[in-house]
DNA sequence: GACGCTATTATGTCTGCACATAATAAGCCC
DNA sequence: GGGCTTATTATGTGCAGACATAATAGCGTC
């Protein structure tokens, strides 16, 4: 069954420009000119036609009109979830083991991300996450002490990243994914031998006032991660 | 300056959720009871709802209300460019070359991936992208050639991607990324060690009718791929 | 032609109203 | 109480009309 409403005027419109009636770089009829031609308000041509422009299909200005990308920049949906949810997703009993926790002065790259003055005193946690018993991931977090006015967790017992999530309102931040040979320490805690390709995952939050977190994330060997594109 | 209309509804009420007012699990209350709160049409929240809801800050069911997340998937929203933009985003000059172009059996995990027969016989294509004379990335392509219907491109002058992406309807595809070590003949292309920690990006594509193509990209060490949160 | 101002125009958003839809809650029968 | 049907209700979407806003296009001046 074909979509109704709003829908079926993105799909067709999504149609004409894939079939190429509309070619990448054309400036396609305005709101109002569709609005007719499907026999629908302008309101809902409206709303179809944000929806392709949030998937980058097409590209809108006031007064120049709608045009069809040159190259649509794909954008796939990146779902991050709390590594607790991921690995029970997965069928697997979670846990987690804090192997340290304590204050440290920040390296220059942590305290560059967060944005915080060189050598600043921060809560070091390095927790190990496992799936089954088994390593999943190795998380080497700083802290800032100042973001958790008065509250005092036991990080053993919850993880890190999954308090924060719930306890600490935060307005942005920012994520990066690379690839990375496995650090001895880093090595030792998954099991995996020195040099392993790693799946690194990147994290840094603020709140409007100051920043909180910046964690740095070490998947075991075989992590992917996947979208939908 | 503060946002007006839509977007300082959806400001308050994240704002509400944040300072713990709507705690998470909360039912927040209605459309209706908002907009006489506010001052607005129901429709005027309703955008602003619709947005939060995108973002995973609160779920919303038809007739059991809009409620405040549990644990926030965050999500984030990956822009995944033309390599050519990329390198050139960098500042750099793209470059690319056709390393191998042949007609051969597709292994087992690309038809599986495909959801073509064993044995089906796709188009390969190898190639290598520069940033200024320096490896960028490597790609191993596997094309159906059922799916360039008449259309005789030459990769040797446009990538396959860039190619595809403007020419070939598309609907659907999935992307997944993770981290392996680099096998002989990427490591030499690459000119990086054997075992190399590689970043990688598998994205296969389908038409409505048949799938397009399968492919896998090396990234040379030290890529990030960024995003916000 | 180079400039700066103004008119025009397509998208962006809002309102107030209406009906559709999905899912819970209530009622009913047994 | 268990299982079914029906009423209720919050969100989802639609329409018509209006004004806001941004950016181009056109005009006039020099």
């Known amino acids: 069954m074909q979509p109704q409403g709003w829908e079926s005027i993105r799909d067709e419109v999504s149609a004409r420009i894939r079939a190429r009636l509309w070619a990448p ?9 569709l609005a007719q031609e499907f026999g629908v ?3 809902t041509v409206n709303r179809a036609m944000r929806e392709l422009a949030a ?3 097409i ?4 007064k ?18 709390v590594i607790r949810l991921e690995v029970e997703g997965k069928g697997a009993a979670y846990s987690h083991q804090v ?4 204050m440290e002065a920040a390296p220059p790259p942590v305290v560059a991300r967060l944005g915080l003055p060189a050598g600043t005193v921060l809560r070091r946690l390095r927790t190990l996450h496992l799936a089954d018993g088994q390593p999943w991931a190795y998380e080497d977090r700083w802290l800032n002490p100042a973001a958790l006015v008065g509250e005092a967790p036991d ?26 040979g496995a650090e001895p320490d880093v090595a030792v805690a998954l099991g995996v031998e020195e040099g392993a390709a790693l799946f690194v995952t990147d994290r840094a939050t603020w709140t409007e006032a100051q ?3 910046s964690v740095r994330l070490y998947h075991a060997p075989g992590y992917r991660m996947r979208s939908a594109l």
């Open 211 to 213: 920043p909180i977190t």
């Open 41 to 43: 308000a302008r309101a």
């Open 99 to 102: 192997l340290e926790d304590r």
């Open 25 to 33: 770089g054309d400036t396609i009829p305005g709101e109002e000119t």
């Open 55 to 57: 998937t980058g299909v």
């Open 155 to 180: 990080f053993t017992q919850v993880s890190a990243n999954e308090w924060l999530v719930s306890h600490v309102p935060y307005a942005t931040g920012d994520i990066a994914f690379s690839a990375e």
């Open 64 to 81: 120049a009109g709608t045009r069809v990308a040159l190259l649509p920049a794909r954008r796939a949906l990146l779902e991050i979830a």
């Open 59 to 62: 590209e809108r200005r006031r």
